[in-house]
């Protein structure tokens, strides 16, 4: 076996299957647990021990560009070039194989399509198989959209091809080769036949290899890595797997605490999430303390418990911690007596039932919470107060609530609206994101941040919340956030679920 020091990704296509995450990047650099698709392949090739990698780039070439100098960067003696297909547009990656002659004609080199993430053991295992050349290939999985290889009695690969039927497939093949010399040499060769003799430009660079495969000249062996996790993202269902195989998410099954936001996460409106009750009930099976979290003001406690039993989740008052805890907390400590609330008046009377006074004529504080009765006389007497020097108190920064019709304004619009009139910031916003509404329930029964795990659906309120707290996070897609708006974020959840049901396999 010659040895291979060299690798070729092919990065050139569009992704459109991925948009709109792909208008603003290549699927190259599309992330899965916060890193660009070709980033997990370039350092799974440095640690494998490859010192120079050439990328065929070409949508937004300067996007791929970009990313390969900086992994480079990060190794000493690995060399990342870029060449690029400026016909990407109508082109397919055998045409952009054929783009790397001049870097690997005639040498051992490894060859993979820029849209797969894998294991780094997978490129290693290749690497050290005895073999001329050979084929990454999964003997336990079988699928329609994959390359599928078959193989002769002698254990030498005989076809690649979609199109084998399962009863004929020996593996998957999972887009990663190594060629010998002879083999680069003869796929070079084959390439320009299909190119420049035959004016094919479209069509993938597995038709060169299958006709390689045909001949029987050459001894390409597989190499199997069953039980090794892989993907290959072609859309957004692919992405949504991949984010769950490669997840960075801690042991769900070890955490001690789990908080879980409750609108957009557990219910829309009325209706549960599915698969919410059985995640909720398999976390606290397993010793798991389980609290719901809600920024929305709307509502108290007892409603909040009595919703989540009537849709088959067991829960009582103090299960629930709410942004109003927090309100009630500052109001109590700083002695406020006179407070007006533009609330609903399930708002009005938790206040009430802890001490504070909330029809003051001359209020000490306003407290804006999420009021769908909201009238304009409420509205009014906050602008006056506030402009008569009353602390002005927002109990959540949420703009938008979801709900089965949509999102709907949302505690912080209506905040907005008394901040305009004013011209004042509130002096204090409660709620999440501020780690300080569980950070008391973490204390109080001395676990660790890496125990416990918050669920929710939005980036800036329960994951930034998380991260501030330094504990594991679940972004789900089932309210406010997309797989777009998690590509965009700087926020990082620890892992990235289509719902809270998805949960399932980890516990």
Request: glycine fraction near 6%; hydrophobic fraction near 40%.
């Amino acid at each position: 076996m010659a040895r291979c020091s060299q690798a070729v990704v092919l990065a050139a296509g569009i992704g459109s299957r991925l948009r709109p995450i792909t208008l603003r990047k290549p699927k190259c650099c599309v992330s899965v647990d916060s890193t660009p698709i070709l980033a997990h392949q370039l350092r799974a090739y440095a640690d494998a021990g490859l010192s120079e990698v050439h990328v065929v780039s070409g949508y937004l070439h300067d996007r791929t560009a970009r990313l390969c100098e900086r992994v480079a960067a990060d190794y000493d003696d690995f060399d990342v070039s870029v060449i690029e297909n400026e016909v990407f547009a109508n082109t397919d990656n055998l045409y952009s194989l054929s783009l790397a002659r001049e870097a690997v004609d005639g040498e051992a080199f490894v060859l993979a399509n820029g849209d797969v993430v894998f294991d780094p053991e997978i490129p290693t295992r290749l690497l050290a198989d005895e073999g001329e050349s050979a084929i990454a290939c999964d003997t336990g999985a079988y699928s329609e959209e994959a390359m599928k290889v078959t193989a002769d009695e002698k254990g030498r690969l005989t076809h690649i091809s979609k199109e084998i039927p399962r009863e004929e497939a020996y593996a998957s093949s999972i887009d990663l080769y190594r060629f010998s010399p002879s083999f680069s040499a003869a796929l070079f060769d084959e390439l320009e036949r299909i190119i420049e003799c035959r004016g094919e430009y479209t069509g993938w660079s597995e038709i060169a290899i299958d006709r390689l495969l045909r001949t029987g000249r050459h001894d390409v062996r597989p190499v199997d890595v069953a039980g090794l996790p892989w993907v290959e993202i072609d859309d957004g269902r692919d992405l949504l797997v991949a984010d769950g195989r490669f997840a960075s998410i801690g042991d769900l099954r070890s955490k001690e605490l789990a908080f879980f936001d409750l609108d957009g996460t557990i219910y829309l409106d009325d209706e549960p999430i599915d698969g919410a009750a059985s995640i909720v009930s398999a976390f606290r099976e397993q010793g798991t303390a389980v609290y719901f979290l809600s920024n929305n003001s709307a509502k108290w406690k007892t409603d909040y418990a009595a919703k989540l039993s009537a849709l088959g989740i067991a829960a009582e008052p103090e299960d629930v911690i709410l942004s109003t805890d927090g309100v009630i907390e500052y109001l109590r400590a700083n002695d406020a007596e006179a407070v007006h609330v533009v609330g609903t008046e399930a708002m009005r009377r938790a206040l009430a039932d802890h001490g504070v006074a909330v029809d003051a004529e001359e209020p000490s504080h306003v407290v804006v919470g999420f009021d769908t009765e909201l009238t304009y006389e409420k509205v009014r007497r906050a602008t006056l107060a506030i402009r008569d020097g009353a602390e002005f108190l927002l109990a959540h920064p949420d703009l938008v609530c979801p709900t089965t019709a949509g999102l709907v304004p949302d505690c912080g619009s209506i905040g907005a609206l008394v901040e305009t009139a004013t011209g004042r910031e509130p002096a204090r916003v409660f709620g999440k994101p501020n780690p300080e509404m569980i950070a008391h329930v973490v204390e109080e029964r001395g676990v660790s941040p890496s125990d416990v795990v918050v669920v929710g659906d939005r980036l800036e309120t329960e994951i930034r919340m998380a991260e501030r707290l330094g504990c594991d996070s679940v972004c789900v897609l089932t309210g406010d956030a997309d797989r777009a708006a998690v590509e965009e974020s700087p926020v990082s959840p620890s892992l990235v679920a289509s719902d809270v049901g998805a949960l399932a396999e980890f516990l």
